[in-house]
């Protein structure tokens, strides 16, 4: 199915926006700094600015330098292929494997109108390293694993605003973890839940990626400012 995929995705899917992080793209490069206030809107000049995309916007500006639009095209297939492949990696058991395949091309018929050249190119991938390393992968979360989990996590939150996701994961998985622990639950549900990483190791997990969401240039602001998103989402969004 990742032949399929690969040039399902391999579409030109610029719009308006692409050309706008382009442009504060190369004013992040110009200027060595993010902008805190605005210095791209008439109506708006020198208001407040939160830059919550600007490490996808630098990403695409440097990539669209060195080979104009192909290789963001380009970017935006292998984005898509790999957190596709880790979703396919985290099944549970062989025979569910043609199932899935069947699960994943049907999910991106379903998503084909957001494989555009904007920054949820990011939250694509790291659902698929998320999903992978706290359901797919066998055994206890090691160092190595929770590295890489905070990693994404700050790098997801200065690239799109759909971040909170990465926290809703990994909550999940630790809220089952202990729960699974600490409460009275069916034999079967604590089967299904992590009973080898230490408890320790979990709440550290949890700590860091909240810490996580502060490290942007805006500090508290830029949870403020996705919270202020996410309550302008109506119907039609």
Known sequence: PFIVLFFFSMVRGEDYDTWFHLGVGRWIL??????????FS???????YIDSHWIFQVTSSLLYSAGGIRILILFQSCAFLAAYFLLYRSAAAPRFKLLLSF???????????RM????????????G??????????????????????????????????YPLGVG???CRVLGALSSR????????????????????LLLLSGLILAACLVT???WNALKYSYLLYTEIGSSA
């Open 129 to 162: 390293i998320f999903w992978f390393l706290l359901y797919g992968k066998k055994g206890a979360l090691d160092l190595s694993d929770i590295s890489i989990l905070v990693l994404c996590q700050i790098v997801w939150v200065n690239a799109h605003g759909l």
């Open 103 to 113: 699960c994943l091309l049907t999910a991106a018929v379903n998503v084909s109108q």
């Open 30 to 39: 110009a200027h060595l700094r993010v902008p805190s206030l605005d210095p």
């Open 182 to 201: 600490w409460m009275p639950l069916p034999f079967e549900w604590k089967a299904s839940e992590d009973q080898s990483t230490p408890t320790g190791r």
């Open 169 to 171: 994961f990994v909550g």
């Open 217 to 219: 240039p805006y500090g």
């Open 116 to 127: 555009l050249l904007r920054p949820d190119i990011f939250t694509f991938l790291f659902i």
């Open 42 to 48: 008439f109506t708006a000049a020198n208001h407040a």
